[in-house]
């Protein structure tokens, strides 16, 4: 694709990286038909062909419309674009670059702007998020059934096995999913501390970044990196930590950008390359010959998401250790499709991430399984509002596996 990029991007870090990867992109299409929204709206420009044509058409100085921006934020950036183009186009980058530009130069009305600094301000502030969280779970018997299937119920933790080992892991708190899901962290604990591998979160590290910097707020989700990699640093410093485990797909897809991101920062680029180097998916970590097979296990589908099998193109790991430890994994028709969650995606555009979770559930249900597993926090919280079934994070159902194991063992 030949560009003429206009004089306020040309010579910027950011305009030589747009204009590299819209030099990629021919044309073909090939990305339509695995674009959840232009499935959903045949419409050219809510696919990322027509997104990449409006964003060159930005980037050459044409002035975007508030149609501009409603067509990139119906954008998932579930990046199933990028698995399936031909030419390695990096759309997820090329959209960032352009919603940032939209979003100086059109802005948007009160209640959107108040909308946004809300979901900026609370879910990457875990008291906060928390705190509030609690207060919706008190009063969750006097919610309408529609809004009360989205209060997730507290599940206890359980048990965290001490730092013991030599072998040391650090691992991602997160900002929602202590509130959410506290015992995800847990189960992984227990299971790598039967690996003989110590779990340890540290102080303060929480919000990756992502919230905010795809809320456009790229300025601030780039100090919310900064500040994680400061509450790492220390341990990251001082040696012995063999990898930074991430429980929660999203976060991990993010965090191996960090280099990426903070390439301009000369305090924080080659910390953030350590970082990158140091983090792993959960499913990169948990060695197979640590899982134990339960005498009885049952169907699951697992719901693999956009972050995992998209963003850090790991395919067929989690289904693997599934497998392992004894679960059925039932078929899932058009398994690459976003389920609708995608971080705010499913507040700021509720009704196509409706339209999307109800695909997602039928498919899931297709196989009829006991259960649903998934990888990340989102997609957790988003599915069982709606689910007939548990759903649950992967790493628990190893940790439930090991356990039965264990409780019917001599």
Known sequence: MQTQLADFIRDTPEGREADAILRKCVHCGFCTATCPTYQLLGDELDGPRGRIYLIKQLLEGAAPT????????????????????????QYGRLADIGRGIVEQKVGRGLLARLQRTLLGAVIPNTALFSFLLSIGRFFR???????????????????????????????????AQPAIAPRINAAAARVLDRA????????????????????????????????LIDAWWPAVERGGIEAIAITASGCGSFIKEYAHHLAQDPAYREKAERIVGLTKDLSEIVPEECIQQADASSRVAFQSPCSLQHGQQIRGKVEGLLAKAGYELTPVPDAHLCCGSAGTYSILQPELSGRLKERKLAALSAGEPQAIATANIGCLAHLQAGARVPVRHWIELLDEAAATAQNSGP
Do not use: Y
Not at 68 to 74: A, G, K, M, N, S
């Open 141 to 175: 018997f006097a919610v309408p059934g529609g809004l009360k299937e989205k209060i997730p119920v507290k599940i206890p933790a359980g048990d965290w096995p001490p730092a013991r080992h030599a072998r040391r892991m650090l691992v991602l708190a997160g900002c």
């Open 196 to 227: 003989g591998i110590s779990l340890v979160e540290a102080s303060g590290a929480g919000c990756c970044g992502a919230v905010r910097f795809h809320l456009n707020e790229q300025a601030a989700g780039r100090n919310d990196m900064r500040a």
């Open 66 to 89: 508030v149609k501009t921006q409603l067509h990139l934020d119906r954008c998932l950036s579930c990046r199933s674009c990028e698995s399936t183009c031909p030419s390695g186009v």
